[in-house]
């Protein structure tokens, strides 16, 4: 399992981040500190094992029986550029607390998407890839959909990812801002980290 992959549970990730910069800790331990059932926490330790993002320890402690398991993470687990997601997740919060206007997220967003458009001349196909690779996605476009992968949605925001899936649909919208496409029927599956979108000539086109 590849590592961003591997944290891309919000459970995992959280065990990760509590585990990061701490002496090795047991399953009980991290099951404490995160909130989680000890089982849960086993299962998920597991997972950060096999990806090589955590490290299994088991020592002696001089007293019978099995050898005491601990856990503790490998200094280079976090991916490339996540050295900024706790602020997002931070800032993504303080927006849900806000219970701000969907539109006008939605337009904040599209302004993004114009600013980060490209030149005029790039084909369009070229300028959505490249915005939404500024936002954390794998991108394609296959026929007429815009398919979104590797989703950070639920990474910025695992409590309400659809706010930012939100700000992803305003931006992918600033870009296509008078291209003559438009972005419609967009899917979003936060679970699975994926995201879709029809594109289509826009109206009055």
């Known amino acids: 399992m590849p590592r961003v992959d591997a944290v891309a549970d919000p ?8 585990l990061a910069g701490r002496a090795p800790a047991s399953a009980h331990d991290v099951a404490a500190g995160v909130g989680v059932h000890p089982n849960t926490a086993r299962a998920h330790l597991a997972a950060l094992d096999e990806a090589g993002i955590a490290e299994r320890l088991a020592r002696s402690d001089g007293r019978r029986g099995r050898p005491v398991v601990r856990y503790r993470m490998d200094p ?14 931070l800032l ?3 927006l849900a607390a806000a219970d701000p206007d969907a539109p006008a997220m939605r337009e904040a967003a599209a302004r993004w998407g114009r600013h980060h458009a490209g030149a005029e001349d790039e084909p369009v196909e070229r300028r959505l890839l490249a915005a939404a690779g500024r936002l954390g996605f794998r991108a394609r476009v296959s026929g007429d959909r815009l398919e979104l992968r590797a989703c ?3 990474l910025v925001a695992p409590d309400r990812p659809e706010l930012v899936c939100g700000l992803a649909d305003g931006a992918i919208d600033g870009v296509l801002d008078g291209t003559g496409t438009a972005a419609t029927g967009h899917r979003h599956d936060p679970a699975a980290r994926e995201c879709s979108a029809t594109l289509a000539a826009a109206a009055g086109q």
Not at 11 to 18: D, E, F, K, Q, T
Request: hydrophobic residues 55%; negative net charge; contains cysteine.
């Open 76 to 89: 280079g687990w976090m991916p490339a550029g996540d050295e900024l997601l706790a602020l997002s997740e």
């Open 152 to 154: 950070p949605c639920p």
């Open 11 to 18: 459970v995992r990730l959280a065990i990760a981040r509590w």
């Open 92 to 94: 993504a919060a303080a």
